[in-house]
């Protein structure tokens, strides 16, 4: 919709988020607001400009969480005593459960990522082992975590545009807001890790998913047989993976094959030991299979590495 009514902009802003207070900071107390709106199940992300420098006092948020973005220009956010000052680098992440209030300077037309609370306390327990969600007021986009973030939205965003929701899949869907999700609580970190984890390190499933694949990676293993054994769902799992390691459950295990094979070549008698039965002891079957892999991974055949 798009509005140069304060009053309709108003009124609208609080239907899509909470009751709040509008007020334009120029002589005209006028805005051009443009807004767009997107929204599946638990997640949804806004495309809003005031197009005026306007001050916003919300009631409080309580049952969700905001990512706020600046595409260009400047806003600020005031918490108690604290401020953030925002910019295309810089997203300001309001309190659920303080009194806060923003500014938003004309010409800095806003993406926000909008999250349902239970949904995201979901996640950090899968993630963290912990439900407890403390976010900062401010998320930085400019490093690694931010950035990842930043296309999760991307690839959430392309998908509810291109396909109507009874097209895509439910799995598909859930599998990529629970994908930004991770990625916002990761770009929140260390305040979003309760739990203790600090922001080089991985959360609690993925430290405990490699270390099942380590023990047993000689064995025949599934999917399902993973994720039963760590206690959660199939989505969860490789939600969590392909959040932290960019991997899918058997390709990170397919690599942990691999680099304890390359380990056991590199230490072997060629003599009285084989590529196929290291091979074979590694949990790979084909041979030929097992080859170009380890070829791709290591830059050399397995028959190069024995020889050393």
């Not at 304060?6 to 609080?14: G, L, Y």
């Not at 638990?42 to 005031?50: P, Q, R």
């Not at 969860?236 to 959040?243: G, N, Y």
Request: charged share 25%.
């Amino acid at each position: 919709m798009a509005t140069t009514d304060v009053d309709e902009a108003h009124q609208k802003i609080a239907e899509l988020f909470c009751s709040h207070e509008l007020a334009p900071r120029t002589r005209t107390a006028s805005v051009d607001m443009k807004l767009r709106s997107l929204h599946r199940g638990d997640v949804g992300i806004e495309f809003l400009d005031y197009g005026a420098d306007v001050r916003i006092e919300p009631e409080g948020l309580q049952d969700f969480h905001l990512v706020q973005i600046p595409l260009a220009g400047h806003a600020s956010m005031q918490v108690g005593s604290n401020t953030v000052e925002s910019s295309p680098r810089l997203a300001t992440v309001p309190p659920i459960d303080r009194p806060f209030s923003m500014s938003w300077d004309s010409g800095s037309p806003h993406l926000i990522v909008y999250v349902r609370r239970l949904a995201l306390a979901r996640v950090a327990r899968q993630l963290y082992g912990e439900s407890a969600v403390e976010l900062g007021y401010g998320m930085d986009l400019g490093g690694a975590a931010g950035r990842a973030f930043l296309r999760s939205v991307v690839e959430l965003h392309d998908d509810m545009v291109s396909q109507p929701q009874s097209a895509a899949p439910a799995f598909v869907q859930g599998l990529l807001a629970d994908s930004m999700m991770s990625r916002l609580l990761m770009a929140m970190e260390p305040a979003a890790a309760v739990g203790g984890a600090d922001a080089e390190s991985e959360s609690r499933l993925v430290r405990e998913c490699r270390e099942l694949l380590e023990r047993h990676a000689a064995e025949e293993l599934s999917v399902p047989d993973i994720a039963e054994c760590l206690g959660v769902s199939v989505r969860t799992l490789q939600t969590a993976l392909r959040a932290e390691t960019g991997a899918t459950p058997l390709e990170l295990l397919r690599s942990i094959r691999l680099d304890r094979a390359r380990e056991m070549l590199l230490e072997a008698d060629p003599r009285s030991q084989s590529v196929t039965a290291i091979a074979e002891v590694c949990g790979f079957t084909h041979q030929g299979r097992f080859s170009a892999q380890y070829l791709k991974e290591f830059g050399e055949l397995p028959s190069e590495s024995l020889r050393r």
